[in-house]
């Protein structure tokens, strides 16, 4: 599956932002759909991921409460939903197939997309 994710920008803290991470293919639902996240020279971080079916999600405690992970497998997209953003949150923000929601052994990644939350 080939991934696209979209909706970065630049918000204030205390702002949202929903990104998109579309995929190709016939099988977007066999997939468990991951979010990252790499703020300049950090580590590449979980931020949560949602089972195929979608009723399933995990989050990091870092983001808990604060973003909501959707998926609408009729338009084999996954939603990252970002409310009360905080500086912390910038970073550049990736998309991610895997075949469980546990965050090893992805199949593909989607390219990127620029979170820039200012004070």
């Known amino acids: 599956v080939q991934l696209q994710a979209s909706g970065g920008g630049l918000v204030q803290a205390g702002g949202s932002l929903r990104l998109s991470c579309a995929a190709s293919g016939r099988t977007f639902s066999m997939y468990a759909m991951h979010w990252f996240r790499q703020a300049p020279g950090k580590e590449r971080e979980f931020v949560g991921c949602?089972?195929?079916?979608?009723?399933?999600?995990y989050y990091a405690d870092s983001v808990k409460g604060r973003f909501t992970i959707s998926r609408d497998n009729a338009k084999n997209t996954v939603y990252l939903q970002m409310n009360s953003l905080e500086p912390e949150d910038t970073a550049v923000y990736y998309c991610a197939a895997g075949l469980t929601t546990i965050p090893k052994d992805f199949t593909s990644w989607g390219q990127g997309t620029q979170v820039t939350v200012s004070s």
């Open positions: 949602i089972s195929g079916s979608g009723r399933n999600t």
